[in-house]
Every structure is written in structure tokens, then in C-alpha cells.
């Protein structure tokens, strides 16, 4: 008899990082709701909203993998299905102080073009937050005296286009990396040693060629992360990272990098290829 599929989403974030108004229930229900049966919350650098999400997916009978999503210089390296030892949650704890102090120099960088701004507005605003670049963003678009200051200037207050002017290719917000911050190889060393697995989120935003990804199965990452949702955004790097998918024999994971309303992207649901293997079955302890 064949076995029914059962689909999942490794890949998703609440109010605990930039998820921003998305709570790990309404992550969960609207998962469920979806068709996902296997969930990870991967926030950034945080290990906060795991005990909500799994008491709402235990409601709903959805099985949830604690996961992260742990920020390097280069990579955006997702842990899934780790222990949470007390040190493991010194490493988050330290990945997650180590972004806020890029947040706080971000910060700098706008109030010197005089923008009114400040670290502690943006805390007020997300005060459960591994606080990035986004809390950034949308603090400044909801605070009355930035947008003066945006109105004052002649700037656009569409989201988009702030975020082009900050992020963006010689944004103003754009900053010296921090020393030290989380290398790879710690990332890979501390998953691993809480008895999980660790893989590169999104390959397709940032590699720019495969010798990266050799590099990385070289200093032991597990999987490579598969998004549906932006295959179509470069081919040319999908089909690359596909070639070596399986040139490799790599263990592949499914995720949507789902944010909720303020971002387009959608959770998966049960009409894709987004189904557990065997093969991730095992690396995940799921029976």
C-alpha cells in the first residue's frame, strides 16, 4: 500500500524576527490550513516562539521541527531539528546580539544623513524581535517624525522604495560587517553538535557560483534548501544549483521563506513536490 505524502515547510518566520506581525499561531494555523503537516519556524537568530508554535501545532496535529535561521557573512544557513542545550542557545543568543549591533550601526549610518531615527524606537516597535534589517524599515515608515523627514526631503515613502534606498545597491544603510561575527564553520560546529542538521537557505539569492556550494558540503553542511516560490526569479542559477543537487546526491529540504502579509511570498501547501523522503525522514529523527 503506498504511503500517503506528507507535505512540509522548513522554512517560515513569525514576529520573532521579520515575520513582524505574525504571531507562531498564526504561522501554524495558516500552515495547517495549507496542507503543511511538517513546520519549521526558522527565525533569525532567535529560538524565541518555538513553545507557542508547538503547543498550536500540537492543537492542530501538525508536527513542528525546532529550526533556525543562523546569519554568516556570506550565507543564510538554516538548523533544523537541533536540541536546545544550553549551548546551543549561547550560540543563538550571541548570533542574535551580534545582528542587533548591525542594526545599531545601521542606525548611525541614517541618523548622519538626518534622519530621526534611533535603536530604541526601533525596540519599541519590535520588542520580541532578533531585531534586522526589516524592524529597521518598518519602524521608519510607521514613526510620524521619519516620515516628515521623508515627506521634507522629497523621498518616497513606498516601502519598496525605501527599501531600495536603504538596502539597496549603495544604500545608506549599507554597513562594514561587524568582526567577529558567526563564521560558517561555527554555524555548522554548533548545529551539530545539538544533534542537528544544517544546510544553505536559499541558494539561488546567494551563491554566485558552484564552487561556493563544493565549499560548503566541504565544511559539512547536510542539505540544500529548495524554494519553489523563486525558481522563476533566476533559472539560469536554479538550474545550476539543481545540476549540482545531483551531481552530489545532496539531501534537499523545501521552503517558502514565508513572512506573512507584509511580504509576497507564500506559505507551500500539499500540491507540490514539497514532500518528507525517506532520506530527510531519517536526518530529522521523524518516523
Known sequence: MKTKPRYLDLHTHTLYSDGLYQ???????????????????????????????????????????????????????????FQQSNRFR????????????????????????????????????????RLGKYNLLWTVLKDSACREYFTKVGLSLNPQDVARYFFGQGGVAIIDKLEPEISVEEAIREVHAANGIIGIAH??????????????VKQGIDFIEVQPNIRHLNPAKTKMVADFVRSKDMLVTYGSDYHGSTFGRKILDNHGENILSERLATALGIN
Open 23 to 81: 504571531s507562531p499561531q498564526q504561522l501554524v494555523g495558516t500552515a495547517a490550513y495549507n496542507g503543511i503537516e511538517i513546520l519549521a519556524k526558522t527565525d533569525h537568530d532567535t529560538l524565541a516562539g518555538i513553545p507557542e508554535a508547538r503547543a498550536e501545532a500540537e492543537k492542530l496535529g501538525v508536527l513542528l521541527i525546532n529550526g533556525v535561521e543562523i546569519t554568516t557573512p556570506k550565507y543564510h544557513l538554516l538548523g533544523l531539528g
Open 90 to 129: 549561547e550560540f543563538i543568543g550571541k548570533s542574535q546580539d551580534i545582528q542587533e549591533r548591525v542594526v545599531e550601526q545601521r542606525v548611525q549610518a541614517l541618523r548622519r544623513i538626518g534622519l530621526p531615527i534611533t535603536l530604541e524606537k526601533v525596540k519599541v516597535e519590535f520588542p520580541e524581535s
Open 203 to 216: 541558494p539561488e539569492k546567494d551563491i554566485r557560483e558552484v564552487a561556493e556550494l563544493g565549499t560548503l
